[in-house]
């Protein structure tokens, strides 16, 4: 098993560092190796993400990537800013499923800014399908408007799609994973306006009959921003295009507390895959050792799951994360300040000591059994 390791810049390096920690403390066998990518490979090699690094990506079962980006390079052109290493390593490895759970566990739930009752328990799946839709549509640009309201104008115009097949293969994604938790799939559309999500809509429905033990059910995108935050729990399986999987995914996150909790896996038709936390770079706390490593971590379960067929060392991690937070350890991101009287004490940490606790919970446990 072959991972290649991607920290990126800001506080990439410091989270993926206690992930490869956790990795290596479960005792399997793995091929790990590391490049640069994001900004940090723009300052060596003039690319955000050069060929060595893709080779390397191409080559591995899976990538295990931390974030990238920082301020400092928003006046590149588009096409050097670290970002676009992710857009570019999703295209060539053809990842077009995108799974990011929303969990909230039962120790966080003070974290939301919802009430309690609304969020303890909350585990939803939103699945987005990640090559098509307007971010890739072809034309787009800006002109000069020959018609509507201000003709002559300069306007910017981009491009809406889906084909047929690519709705298709992410329908079969969702459906799949609904058959391993509660077999029920909402598919998110905004078919009462748009031609492309009339297209999604009836593809979906189509597929969905393949599956009669699965429900279905159809949901217009400003109606889910607004149930996601009325009644969370209603969902389990979201399904949805790249631009309202993009927002509905980061609106899901908050409502567990923090997007530093929050995994996220990128899957291509052979299950090779990209795991990354759901949060970016953070320029602002970087180099402080005070992010949570956790969303990092759960990534390189979701890692050990869906690509490299280990679902038990998976479980281990997942079960290690939970114990550590029963004990009390937080992050400053998950820390309720004026909590500590609490029983047990609730303990701020930094981001190595917070992955240490994991490695311990791994390694007691496994000592035990
Ligand atoms: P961000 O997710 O980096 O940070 C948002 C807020 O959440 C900040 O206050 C940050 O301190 C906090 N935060 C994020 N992760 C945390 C963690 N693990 N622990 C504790 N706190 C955490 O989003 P942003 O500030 O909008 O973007 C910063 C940079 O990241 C930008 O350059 C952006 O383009 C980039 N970005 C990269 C990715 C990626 O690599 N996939 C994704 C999103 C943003």
Request: glycine residues 8%; negative net charge; aromatic residues 6%.
């Given at each position: 098993?072959?991972?290649?390791?991607?920290?990126?810049?800001?506080i990439?390096?410091?989270?993926?560092?206690?992930?490869?920690?956790?990795?290596?403390?479960?005792?399997?066998?793995?091929?790990?190796?590391?490049?640069?990518?994001?900004?940090?490979?723009?300052?060596?090699?003039?690319?955000?993400?050069?060929?060595?690094?893709?080779?390397?990506?191409?080559?591995?079962?899976?990538?295990?990537?931390?974030?990238?980006?920082?301020?400092?390079?928003?006046?590149?052109e588009?096409?050097?800013?670290?970002?676009?290493?992710?857009?570019?390593?999703r295209?060539?490895?053809?990842?077009?499923?995108?799974?990011?759970?929303?969990?909230?566990?039962?120790?966080?739930v003070?974290a939301?800014?919802?009430?309690p009752?609304?969020?303890?328990?909350l585990?939803?799946?939103?699945?987005r399908?990640l090559?098509?839709?307007?971010?890739?549509?072809q034309?787009?640009?800006?002109r000069?408007?020959?018609?509507?309201?201000?003709?002559?104008?300069?306007?910017?115009?981009?491009?809406?799609?889906?084909?047929?097949?690519?709705?298709?293969?992410?329908a079969h994604?969702?459906?799949?994973?609904?058959?391993?938790?509660?077999?029920?799939?909402?598919?998110?559309?905004?078919?009462?306006?748009?031609?492309?999500?009339?297209?999604?809509?009836?593809?979906?429905?189509?597929?969905?009959?393949?599956?009669?033990?699965?429900?279905?059910?159809?949901?217009?995108?400003?109606?889910?921003?607004?149930?996601?935050?009325?009644?969370?729990?209603?969902?389990?399986?979201?399904?949805?295009?790249?631009?309202?999987?993009?927002i509905?995914?980061?609106?899901?996150a908050?409502?567990?507390?923090?997007?530093g909790?929050?995994?996220?896996?990128s899957?291509?038709?052979?299950?090779?895959?990209l795991?990354?936390?759901?949060?970016?770079?953070?320029?602002?706390?970087?180099?402080?050792?005070?992010?949570?490593?956790?969303?990092?971590?759960?990534?390189?379960?979701?890692?050990?799951?869906?690509?490299?067929?280990?679902?038990?060392?998976?479980?281990?991690?997942?079960?290690?994360?939970?114990?550590?937070?029963?004990?009390?350890?937080?992050?400053?991101?998950?820390?309720?300040?004026?909590?500590?009287?609490?029983?047990?004490?609730?303990?701020?940490?930094g981001?190595?000591?917070m992955?240490?606790?994991?490695?311990?919970?791994?390694?007691?446990?496994?000592?035990?059994s």
């Open positions: 098993m072959k991972i290649a390791v991607l920290p990126g810049d800001g990439g390096t410091e989270i993926v560092a206690e992930a490869v920690k956790v990795l290596k403390a479960l005792d399997l066998k793995f091929e790990m190796e590391t490049a640069l990518v994001g900004g940090a490979a723009y300052e060596a090699h003039g690319h955000p993400l050069p060929d060595s690094t893709l080779k390397l990506a191409r080559q591995a079962d899976a990538v295990l990537f931390g974030a990238v980006g920082d301020w400092k390079y928003d006046k590149l588009r096409a050097l800013r670290p970002e676009q290493a992710v857009l570019g390593l295209k060539n490895l053809g990842l077009f499923a995108n799974f990011r759970p929303a969990i909230c566990y039962e120790q966080l003070g939301s800014s919802l009430k009752e609304l969020v303890a328990g585990d939803i799946l939103i699945i399908e090559t098509g839709d307007i971010y890739f549509g034309p787009r640009g800006r000069t408007a020959v018609d509507g309201h201000f003709p002559g104008a300069e306007e910017a115009f981009d491009t809406m799609r889906y084909t047929r097949p690519e709705i298709e293969r992410i994604v969702a459906f799949q994973a609904a058959r391993k938790r509660s077999r029920r799939v909402t598919s998110v559309d905004k078919a009462n306006v748009l031609e492309t999500f009339q297209l999604w809509k009836d593809v979906v429905t189509e597929i969905g009959r393949q599956y009669p033990d699965v429900e279905l059910d159809h949901m217009y995108v400003d109606n889910a921003a607004m149930q996601l935050v009325r009644a969370p729990k209603k969902f389990d399986v979201v399904v949805t295009g790249n631009m309202f999987g993009d509905l995914s980061d609106e899901a908050m409502l567990t507390g923090s997007i909790m929050l995994p996220s896996a899957l291509n038709t052979s299950s090779q895959g795991y990354e936390p759901s949060h970016g770079s953070a320029p602002d706390i970087a180099g402080q050792g005070i992010a949570n490593p956790l969303a990092t971590i759960l990534s390189a379960a979701m890692m050990l799951r869906f690509s490299l067929d280990q679902p038990q060392a998976a479980d281990r991690i997942e079960s290690a994360v939970k114990h550590v937070l029963a004990s009390g350890l937080r992050t400053a991101d998950i820390y309720p300040e004026g909590m500590s009287a609490q029983i047990p004490p609730v303990v701020k940490v981001t190595r000591e992955g240490d606790a994991v490695v311990a919970a791994i390694t007691k446990k496994t000592t035990k």
